[in-house]
């Protein structure tokens, strides 16, 4: 939905930002991840960006969501603690 310039709820337009955030945290609470406050995911939305991946359209213009877990070890005999593991997307904005 971040990457299409028309949707049901934004008109003719990309999504803002909160738009996207508000369905990438529908999406992990439907897995039952916390999305806000201590040991939630956070979620860093980048819209726009040129990013040359692609060589013949050096104009494109990409959508970049990184996502941030925090995952607790409960290992016996182990103090690994919280580790933070992340994942990121690129996606071509439809021109």
Do not use: K, R
Request: aromatic fraction near 6%; charge should be negative; charged fraction near 5%.
């Amino acid at each position: 939905m971040a990457v299409v310039p028309t949707c049901a709820t934004c008109g003719n337009a990309f999504p803002s930002s909160s738009t996207i955030q508000t369905a990438v945290n529908n999406v992990l609470a439907s897995s039952n991840m916390a999305t806000s406050g201590t040991g939630g995911v956070t979620v860093n939305i980048q819209q726009h960006q040129a990013l040359n991946l692609d060589p013949l359209n050096t104009n494109a213009q990409w959508t970049v969501i990184t996502v941030t877990y925090p995952f607790q070890f409960t290992l016996p005999f182990t103090s690994i603690g919280t580790v933070n593991i992340s994942t990121q997307v690129q996606m071509l904005e439809e021109q």
